[in-house]
């Protein structure tokens, strides 16, 4: 569409639990629904806070990498619903809202592995309305552990929608792939999660490792 972005965006931002806040460093903008996001030093976007969730307003791609480097735990730590403390980072894909997204999320620690859920909460746009609830945990037809994660070294996150396939490459390896299910949102925007981290970050358009084009 020229002259502006599809109405479906608008639509899907307005679907948003409170009105998000806008960060932009480095050319990147994101809608910040939960945590803080600074400006980094060697790359656009830093994250201290315990617990981040956004999405790129400019982004409805059915793909997208996450360059990150890791800093370390947070100096606070906060559980999962299951009581878990996990040090996590990874990727939003389809995202409508927080009750309907797919999660591509890189383990650090205590366990180390690249994991894919889906939330499915129909009805629902808000933390309020779904909580932790509607997660479908998905199980790859591929897969394999991605690198360690040490203090001090960056990484890249890369996954596409490829109808109903999707590809998960860490570092440029093939770590998850599989068939998503029907739940899935039909569109929606890229983003970031994360968890007891800390790390700075970019998050743009998929590219594919050199072995995948």
């Not at 502006?4 to 409170?18: M, N």
């Amino acid at each position: 569409m020229r002259g502006g972005r599809p109405i479906w965006i608008f639509a899907l931002l307005t679907a948003c639990s409170s009105a998000p806040s806008t960060v932009t460093y480095g050319g990147m903008h994101l809608l910040l629904d939960s945590g803080e996001i600074e400006q980094g030093r060697e790359l656009p976007m830093r994250i201290d806070h315990y617990g981040v969730r956004a999405v790129r307003s400019d982004a409805p791609w059915d793909g997208a990498t996450l360059t990150f480097t890791y800093l370390g735990p947070t100096e606070r730590d906060v559980a999962l619903a299951s009581g878990e403390i996990r040090r996590q980072v990874g990727l939003k894909l389809r995202a409508v809202d927080t009750c309907n997204v797919l999660y591509v999320m890189w383990w650090i620690e205590p366990a180390r592995g690249v994991h894919v859920s889906v939330k499915h909460n129909p009805g629902a746009s808000t933390h309020a309305e779904c909580g932790a609830r509607g997660y479908i945990n998905l199980r790859p037809e591929e897969s394999a552990t991605p690198p360690a994660i040490e203090v001090g070294s960056t990484h890249r996150l890369s996954a596409r929608i490829v109808e109903r396939r999707l590809e998960v490459y860490a570092d440029d390896i093939l770590v998850w792939r599989g068939t998503l299910p029907s739940e899935l949102p039909a569109r929606g925007l890229v983003g970031m999660r994360s968890d007891n981290v800390r790390f700075e970050f970019s998050l743009e358009r998929f590219e594919a490792p050199e072995r995948a084009r």
